[in-house]
């Protein structure tokens, strides 16, 4: 291995580089699942149902092959709830052995496997009943949680309990929101003026907070008991306050992001999930600036996200809790973008490391292109994926951090282009 040169950072030891995926959004066929029913609803803002998704159900062995070829230590996954307990208390073995067949696969190709108990979807019986509205949904999740560890016990080191709680959280509250005025009323049909709220107005759902919070804790507890580093993963807006703006954009951010970082105080490492920013004036959220240029799904392109999401983590967690960076990534057609926005993304990163934030992995959004809740236009993939073939086809861009990843490197020096 050649050293690094002034432009590049050798990776702190054991420092974990790959890439995330989700059950729900490359498995396909999640049939139990309260997402699969949300996708045959109608009258939703789903375009489109998740299918076959990218068929990882079956071709998992070969996403992992190619991530491993491509020089990536670890590879995200998630294991899904609505397939290991189909109907309340009924364990399906068979899936329980997939999965524990998909830990023994990574680490047979020297892939770290970093495993998700929780990302996004519950079984539909548990969403049926009230989800996390009911009294015993912390432990009904806590039994899940035991159940899961005959499944990811032996191999795995780092276990997040529940991706993005507080994305969830939100999504409880628009769905309310939607079960009583229509979707309509949530944003389709804005831009004539005839959205009723603003999605970016509406507070996460604060029974739910609890019970996630609840549920961290107890699943926490029962994987720490086991031997396993437990800890969640936080969608991390990146918050700027306009000047003048500090309180009302502190007010805003609390219950959005702060109190699930507050959560994570005692854990073993902390995730974090950035990809663009959000401005906050003193009457609330801002728009993406005019003219800013924007992604796929319309976020403005904005990759110093990635560092700005760490530092405030830190400043929010603690210094004591390390630091996975769980997802990152853009959503675009044009890989050289992908690359020049990761590209970015990492250099700020590196320095932070350089300057001894604890960050001990980084892993891409996402190893494939998927469904992308509700549609599979937006292009996250660092590996293409054919809708009717499956085929799988890296593109430059998985070739590029994989080389980065192989030879243990970030780099220091943010890229010429623009992203
Ligand atoms: C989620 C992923 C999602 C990605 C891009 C995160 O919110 O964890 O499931 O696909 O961001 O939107």
Redesign the pocket.
């Known amino acids: 291995m050649t050293p690094p040169t002034g432009s590049e950072l050798a990776v702190p030891d054991g420092f974990l580089m790959g890439a995330a995926t989700?059950a729900h959004?490359v498995e396909g066929n999640n049939t139990a699942s309260d997402w699969w029913a949300l996708e045959h609803t109608p009258g939703t803002f789903v375009a489109e149902p998740s299918g076959d998704a990218a068929d990882s159900y079956h071709r998992w062995p070969e996403d992992m092959d190619l991530l491993s070829e491509l020089g990536f230590n670890a590879y995200r996954f998630s294991v899904e709830w609505a397939r290991i307990e189909p109907e309340p208390g009924r364990i399906s073995r068979a899936a329980l052995a997939h999965y524990r067949s998909m830990v023994r696969g990574a680490v047979e190709r020297g892939l770290t496997p970093l495993v998700t108990l929780h990302?996004?979807t519950s079984p539909r019986w548990f969403s049926d009943r009230g989800g996390w509205h009911h009294g015993d949904a912390p432990e009904a999740f806590a039994a899940y949680t035991r159940t899961a560890l005959e499944a990811v016990g032996e191999g795995v080191e780092q276990v997040a309990t529940i991706?993005?709680p507080n994305?969830l959280s939100l999504m409880y509250a628009l769905r309310r929101l939607a079960s009583e005025y229509g979707w309509q009323a949530l944003g389709a049909g804005r831009e004539s003026g005839a959205a009723a709220f603003d999605p970016a107005r509406v507070e996460p759902d604060a029974v739910v907070t609890a019970a996630l919070t609840e549920a961290h804790r107890r699943a926490g507890a029962l994987l720490r008991e086991a031997g396993l580093k437990a800890g969640w993963?936080i969608?991390n807006q990146v918050y700027q306050a306009e000047p003048g703006a500090e309180e009302a954009a502190a007010a805003y951010a609390h219950p959005r992001e702060d109190v699930f970082l507050e959560a994570a105080r005692d854990d073993d490492w902390v995730g974090v999930?950035a990809?663009t920013r959000h401005r906050v004036g003193p009457d609330g959220p801002l728009p993406v600036p005019e003219g800013a240029p924007t992604t796929l799904?319309g976020w403005e392109v904005y990759p110093d996200a990635l560092a700005e999401a760490v530092t405030h983590t830190v400043g929010t967690v603690g210094a004591h809790v390390p630091v996975i960076v769980t997802?990152n990534?853009i959503?675009t057609g044009d890989d050289t973008r992908r690359i020049a926005y990761t590209h970015r993304a990492l250099a700020s990163l590196a320095r932070l490391i350089e300057q001894g934030a604890d960050v001990r992995g980084y892993f891409h959004?996402?190893a494939l292109d998927?469904y992308?809740?509700g549609t599979f236009k937006?292009t996250?993939g660092l590996i293409g994926v054919d809708p009717v073939t499956f085929a799988r086809t890296p593109k430059p861009s998985a070739r590029w951090l994989g080389a980065l990843a192989r030879a243990g490197r970030l780099p220091l020096v943010p890229p010429a282009a623009a992203c």
């Open positions: 989700s959004q990302h996004f991706n993005e994305m993963t969608a999930q990809y799904t997802e990534g959503a959004w996402s998927n992308e809740w937006p996250f």
